[in-house]
């Protein structure tokens, strides 16, 4: 449990005996927010008037200049920049667009990883020893800011936090070196050799993150492009120390020549599912399902996608039915790159009922919303060739946009100019399953010592128009939240309204964060909870019941009597004509009978004048009056 706690002067002055004290709980920083439980789409930010937030990423469209339009970020892998098409009312062009040196750019993912304010790209960078990142700024991006990260024939990367800390971590895919990397987020976005992490891989082409075995951890699925046992991996996440992946905890996958993966629910049964796009020796091989399940991930169940020398993937509901389809981009058949690529159509992914995309060696795929008019969704589809042609022709190619309306009716609305391009790895949405919806649950509130009245739940938030907020508290008498004896979530009505939450020794609260049509999601601040400190059965603290409390002078020092007729917890603790607590001389689990403690009262904590002593005995409440004279 972090968090910040203050006693309210009013509740603790009111009476000598009998006095309740009452307190806030109140979440406002990094340190408050990480130990907290999320996925990869949630982070702590340094951000914020106290220097902390909880905020997500939930798409893949990003608006890189704040002009509410989004924009589209293509990895060149041919030619010396990569793109940006800077969105507007009138569409994407090439003259409305920005160039970025690169040389041999492949994925890409954005987010703000300095905490600046200002979105940044990691540009996977296949010709040289190094990637990119691409520092975003008021002014834009420039090539003299950048820092480059050490990678080996790097092809897709990925953002997210892996171990909880706050900070955001880099995945890249080498398809050299038999080992991708893991680059551990610092302070103020700083990457460093020193602080990385290589976990071996065959020939690597893609990543993907997503808890799939629902323990809180999160893992991270590598398609390795061309091992020659056509193995892809699955790294479970181990969260343990400082080594949170390994080999010993890794499960392997007959895949096929997997250069694309992506992670979804397709199925509905409540577990994650993976898919992989094959780019095959024969070309005309199939791609994968391989569906989740309790026993985890296995060749025995999976679902074969016919494709065509298959490249980039996506999963997302794209006809909005509440099943969730596929994309498959198809790069070569064996003969010429003049072929479609695929939407399988969940939930039956059948071949029949599939629709054919036209393309020239398609490469990427990403669905989102990146036209601001209609309710439509958008399909962008990078083409590696223009028109026929071979791997590494060097002319330009095309990226198209698709607009697809939920009866699945295609349109070609636009289209621009790109040079073996390619897209970021990242899906939209929840990384469980790709919803709207992202879930952040704080740490436990609370010592077992004391009973609460949880009371008033408030929060500061910057929540996007058409996105929404729900906060809700819960509380039980065990560390455990999920035991089953906890009570249910109660939705808090407004800020400041009361949580509705039963009396009990724990909280927490839950956020859900609920992006909009453009998947701009709200900004958590700062989150509070009152409280005021009960004796037994919600009693407010008072002397009563079988137990005895006294407490007087000895010169200096304060001698505490107490008798138990029962073992049972123990709590003392002194309190200021303020209502702060500024001394605990007793806390632990005593035995049944009587007990006594001399406590040489510290002139450093306690001035000369009045003091509140409140003893919990096993869970009785004694209130006694101490005057300290110097």
Known sequence: MRGTMSACTTAALAVVCGVALAGTWRESSVTDF??????????????GSDNGTVKTSPGVTYDLNKDSW??????????????IYWGSSAGYDSTNRTLLPTDGATGNSIDDLDRDGHLDIVFSIFNGASSVIYWG????????????????GAHGNYICDLNHDGRLDIIIANWFGNES?????????????????ALPTSQAYDVAVADLNKDGRLDIVFGNGWDPSHQSYIYWGQGTDSIYYSTASRDELTAGHAEGVSIGKLNNDGWLDIVFSNNGDAYADNSYIYWGSAVGFSDSNRTALPSLGARGNSIV??????????VIANWFDGATHDIPSYIYWGPDFSITGR??????????????????TGPDIQLLLTNGIQGPGFYGTSVNAFTYLFNITNERVVTLVDSVPSVYAHLSTKDNGNVHNRGCTEEYMSSVFGDGGIDYSWGACSWSAQVPAGAALEVAVRSGNTTEPDDGSWNDWMIVAASGAGAGSSSAKYAQYRLRLIANEFLESPVVDEISLDHTELGVAGVPAEAVGHCSFTCRKRGRAVVMEYMLPAAGMVTVSVFNILGQCVATPVRGYYSAGQHAVEWNVPASRLASGAFIVQAYLAGEAFTRRLVVVR
């Open 34 to 47: 990480v130990d907290g439980t999320y996925n990869a789409n949630v982070f702590a930010s340094a951000e």
């Open 70 to 83: 989004p924009d589209i970020v293509i990895s060149n892998m041919q030619g010396p920049a990569s793109y």
């Open 137 to 152: 700024s008021q002014t834009g991006f420039h090539a003299n800011d950048t820092t480059r990260l050490p990678s080996n």
């Open 181 to 197: 990397y893991i680059y551990w987020g610092g302070p103020h976005g700083q990457y460093l050799g020193t602080r990385r992490t």
């Open 317 to 326: 509901d794209i006809d909005r039915d509440g099943h969730s389809d596929v």
């Open 355 to 372: 629709t054919e995309l036209p393309g020239h060696g398609a490469v990427g795929t990403l669905v989102g919303k990146f036209l601001k």
